[in-house]
């Protein structure tokens, strides 16, 4: 199956630092059900099937969504795959963590 996003290193990043948490606190299978469910958000962000949520006026083409502890931000532009820059936990420092990627 052809993907219908992408995924900047930024956010290829932020999944392995998950998948070595989950894996190191919850376990194998908890690991496949998260992953498995980040992944089904993306295909859904890609086939345009989540409500677009803006996030900055600043950064007009940046839409967040969310999947149980983790905030998935993306760029979305007509006529492109939309690519995801990053999958924060909400714990963390968000909007510093999104600055050091939209600069």
Sequence with gaps: MELSYKLSLDAEQDLQEIARYTLN??????????RDGLKKRFIEIGKHQVIKKSFSKRFPELYVTKYRYHFIFYLFEKNTEPLIIGVIHEQRDIVQRLSERLN
Excluded: D, P, S, V
Aim: net charge positive.
């Design 25 to 34: 606190n919850w376990g194998k299978n908890l690991f496949y059900q998260y």
